[in-house]
């Protein structure tokens, strides 16, 4: 019993906790800087090519293309963006990096960079000259708040682009390539350093009321959307294949775990029932003297052994219940004293590593250990049953 019971509540244990790690990986990884959902013109992701913007050299209706998407009932948010590359200069130092163009009102409701601000505010339409940079970034170029700075492009029209900004946020998320390398501005601001029209823009990100929905959503836009406009949807498993490859391998960590304890159970019933019955031996003698066949010795001890094992459960679901509770309200600190982030394929996961519900898991979990006490509880079965009765009585 012992055996099933901490079983059961180290599984309910794992299983929450690994929940709540894919959770929190495809959460951080799609809502810090990615989106979802990602909408681009065909043959632009992955390069990221200046021309390719949605609708082409023409450009599109952006905001009949946002209703046309809010239209889905399953989907939250959306955001234009427009995307370049270009040299900053700052004093005497300079580094390449990626511009980042996003409309203040609209790009917080599907990602979360303007929380990760560490000094200064983040983008307005009051500052069209502000951008926002990593810490990292600032720390290497050695330039801080209301520091200005020059950016300098190749701009769509095969022109070069450039203009002084002035910083007014440093953001810090944890995330290398983003605290290095990304400047954010203003949609419009981007655009007019580009010398893109304000019809032309690079992709639109989308959030959903459940990112499970996310490649049924994708593919449900990229049929609708391209009857009347050439696009590429792309859901998050495709945009961060890493990040896909990992949640599953999350899922086949889980796997063996269980497997682990199921055969721990297995040991644990097994050792009771043998014990059981060999203690029992003069009593199952009796009882097949008197007329007790075999089959009814086997359905007896399967019996027990599906009793114990349903005890064992209700036991072990009240030892699991407040680690759970536990583990969603305060988590696991992984960062220690130290209050670190950890970064895990690549995505921030945070120091505070929080469960989350996972009923199927529980589930499978609760009959994969009553499956375990009963096939546990054959072999035993099969010794009492093969017990001749005049034999058994004589043993004390």
Known sequence: MAAIAFGYAMLLFVACLMAGL????????????????????????????????????????????????????????????????????????????????????????????????????????????????GDKLASTIGIGLNSEIVLLTQAADGSMGNDVYTVIGVLHTGLDTVDRGLVLMTLS???????????????????????????????????????????????????????ANYVQFNHGVTVVLFFIFFLVAVIGVMNTMLMAVFERTREF????????????????????????????LVVGAALGVPLLWYLQVHGLDLGGATGEVVSVAGVVVGHLWYGRQDFPAYSQAAVGLAATALVSALYPAWRAARLRPTEAMRKV
């Open 22 to 133: 894919r959770w929190q990986m495809i959460q951080n990884g799609t809502c810090l800087v990615m989106s979802q959902i990602q909408i681009h013109a065909p043959g632009y992701y992955p390069n990221r090519s200046l021309q390719k913007t949605l609708g082409g050299r023409k450009g599109t209706d952006v905001s009949a293309l946002l209703a046309s998407i809010s239209a889905d009932r399953r989907v939250t948010a959306v955001a234009p963006r427009v995307y370049g590359y270009a040299l900053l200069s700052a004093a005497h130092r300079s580094a390449g990096v990626e511009l980042m163009g996003v409309v203040p009102a609209q790009e917080p409701r599907i990602t979360t960079l303007n929380t990760q601000i560490a000094k200064g505010t983040y983008l307005t339409t009051q500052l069209p000259k502000g951008v926002v940079i």
């Open 189 to 243: 601001s981007l655009q007019d350093l580009l010398h893109l029209a304000p019809a032309r823009i690079h992709e639109v990100g989308i959030k959903l009321n459940h990112i499970d929905a996310a490649t049924d959503v994708a593919a449900s836009l990229q049929v609708r959307l391209s009857k009347t406009l050439p696009v590429r949807v792309m859901a998050w498993p495709e945009l961060a294949p890493e990040l």
């Open 285 to 312: 003698g009796m009882l097949m003297a008197v007329g007790m066949r075999p089959a009814q010795v086997i359905g007896l001890i399967l019996t027990e052994a599906a009793g114990l094992g349903v005890a064992s």
